[in-house]
């Protein structure tokens, strides 16, 4: 059974960092690339990034550029998101999702979600 399980997320301050983890079971972390995504009220789902089999990262969305990256243990089958300089407009639940295969920037190129993380970004 496939469960993808987000933690991490919380409150901060703008300027703080958090790094979310995303636990993965039922499928070899190896062979599926993970994207990141988050919603914010009344926006639609926003693809971040994504992180191979291999652990190389492709990004989707120029506002994290250079302040979010992601990694992962395979051994621990566990994908991170190092959150860093954050803003008010980060401010949204966090998602990781495993994909069909390969890294795809659009929602329909993955099967499996996990249940999300809030991310609060005072200012």
């Known amino acids: 059974q496939v469960q993808l399980v987000e933690s991490g997320g919380g409150l901060v301050q703008a300027g703080g960092s958090l790094r979310l983890s995303c636990a993965t079971s039922?499928?070899?972390?190896?062979?599926?690339?993970i994207g990141w995504f988050r919603q914010a009220p009344g926006k639609e789902r926003e693809g971040m990034l994504c992180?191979?089999?291999?652990?190389?990262?492709?990004y989707y969305a120029d506002s994290v550029k250079g302040r979010f990256t992601s990694s992962k243990d395979n051994a621990k089958n566990t994908v991170y998101l190092q959150m860093n300089g954050l803003k008010p407009e980060d401010t949204a639940v966090y998602y990781c999702?495993?994909?069909?295969?390969?890294?795809?920037?659009?929602?329909?190129?993955?099967?499996?979600w996990g249940q999300g993380t809030q991310v609060t970004v005072s200012s």
């Open positions: 992180i191979s089999g291999s652990g190389s990262s492709t």
């Open positions: 999702a495993k994909s069909y295969s390969t890294c795809s920037r659009s929602l329909y190129g993955y099967d499996y």
């Open positions: 039922g499928f070899t972390l190896d062979y599926y690339a």
